[in-house]
């Protein structure tokens, strides 16, 4: 993924009642964000979920911060990646 410099993207990915209670908190807090299906296999298992892609500009991140804080605290199965683009590559 190729992230404009200046900018964060965040990558959050669950499953079953977690993509409702994401969408839900991004929709929220005013973010634009993309959804994507995918398949999340775990051993034992697997389970359809989606995968979320917002993006903040700036070096103030603290919208995202508390996005994320507050789904890890109601989302069951959250995994979350971060691609910061202030960073040289």
Excluded: C, I, K
Aim: net charge neutral; glycine share 12%.
């Amino acid at each position: 993924m190729q992230v404009s410099r200046g900018v964060m993207a965040y990558h959050l990915t669950t499953v079953s009642e977690g993509m409702d209670t994401v969408e839900q908190t991004l929709l929220a807090a005013g973010l634009t964000f993309t959804r994507t299906p995918v398949t999340v296999v775990w051993p034992g298992g697997r389970g359809e979920g989606a995968e979320f892609v917002f993006v903040l500009p700036g070096p103030n991140q603290r919208t995202g911060l508390d996005v994320v804080q507050r789904l890890r605290s109601t989302v069951s199965w959250l995994q979350v990646r971060t691609v910061d683009g202030s960073a040289p590559t």
